[in-house]
């Protein structure tokens, strides 16, 4: 008699295929999460340009006297504007803000005085900001970026 029973298979056969698939499945989902991860960052996020303390101290003196001689602050303007000044803002969002506030503190001729300045000085932080990203575009592309970035600060600006 001939039976031809199936034989168990052995179980033991079958460990180092599920680990290979186990291990697969896991480092494809670290991947993916890693991937997925990094391209949610938060994009609104602009850095402005690091600025070392001496720098600081040179830009809250020249500011100092501007306000003082070119705008006429008063003493009571002075400390308003100190205390919403008293750390340099690190982003953009936080830039706006400070602007915002600090165009709450200014009468409308101060304020009208002052935006020339001010405009000026925001297109440069900005220039300082995106000349890393230079090589990613053509010139004129480039140009036509900044001048994107600049027009959207602006007008969330007010300026």
Known sequence: MNTNRAEPKNRTNRWPTAVMCFALVAVCGFGAYKYR???NAPRSESFLPILTKAQEEQIREGLHQVGKTF????????????????????????????????DEVLTDKQRALANPIRKMARHQAIDRMLEASRSRFPPEDFEKFKRVIKERVDGRIGG
Not at 74 to 98: G, M, N
């Open 71 to 102: 705008l006429g602050i008063t003493l009571d303007q002075e400390k308003k504007l100190e205390a919403i000044w008293q750390r340099f803002p690190t982003t953009v969002d936080e830039l706006v803000d400070y602007t915002k506030r600090t």
């Open 37 to 39: 991860k990094s391209r």
